[in-house]
């Protein structure tokens, strides 16, 4: 025999009410998106702005409907995609390693704090000349200023997580006997799992950020190559278009971290 779930009156009311919250809060995102695009494209028609100083929503959309048709759109989108990824998977994985191996080296943590908080402070931007110089003017350049402006977040945050777990819980382990790696393993890196969650969001933005800033010193492709140069020719389609691909793509990037996060919130619920 199955086994059947019994709510009371109460609870289904509760769980309808959710939904209800669920479904108001995402009429309200689309329709502040709907009125902002509506809003922008009346006042285009309606010369209340200059269409070719500010664009216009149609005019972004013939934009990207010729990019599509020419293969421009595909090639500059996974071009900047790509080195982003590169950049975020890179940074993340290198960040919290360092994170950990700072953790449990304490003198070693205690001399290079301040380094990490001059290295955070640093324009990274100042330093594109350098990365040219260093590793060449192309993909390398760009995804390393990616990293470097994701990097040092990434072990600052995950470092301040691991050190903030209460000491007690961490002696309680010590006195049953567990090792460094297993008090590592058993609990810092499972308490750390909501914080790591808040960095990959943090670091989808800054990857991109540090793509598009790399893309900006030295590409021949991407859309940062694309904003940059419609930039200089005074076309505002090309970067208002390059712009709206740029948070599309940054966005589904950002639901698939919120999804992510979402089936972890689940597996540990259970």
Partial sequence: MKNKKFFSAEHKKYLRKTRLN??????????????????W???????????????????????????????SLWLHSWTTLYETLIAFAISIGLG?????LLYLFTPVRKIFEPYLVVLNSLPKIALGPLLIVWVGAGTKAIVLMG????????????????????QEKILLLK?????????????????????????????????WVGTIMGE???SQA??????NYGGLVFNLDTVMSGIVVLCILASLMYFSVATLEHYIHKKRNL
């Avoid at 028609?45 to 293969?71: F, M």
């Avoid at 991407?222 to 904003?227: A, D, P, R, S, T």
Wanted: with cysteine; proline share 4%.
């Fill in 22 to 39: 669920r479904l108001l809060i995402s009429l309200g995102r689309w329709s502040v998106l709907l009125f902002i695009i509506g809003l």
């Fill in 41 to 71: 494209e009346l006042s285009a028609q309606l010369a209340l702005i200059d269409p070719y100083i500010t664009s216009s929503p149609s005019r972004v959309a013939k934009t990207i409907i010729a990019w599509a048709k020419d293969g």
């Fill in 96 to 100: 919290s390693l360092l994170a950990i």
């Fill in 147 to 166: 990293i470097l402006i994701c990097i040092i977040i990434t072990t600052m945050s995950m470092l301040q997580s691991f050190v903030a777990i209460p």
């Fill in 175 to 207: 006195t049953l006997g567990a090792n460094r790696f297993q008090v590592l393993f058993k609990l810092i890196l499972p308490h750390a799992i909501p914080d790591f969650i808040s960095v990959l969001k943090i670091n989808v933005g800054m990857a």
């Fill in 216 to 218: 900006y010193l030295v």
């Fill in 222 to 227: 991407g859309l940062g190559y694309l904003i």
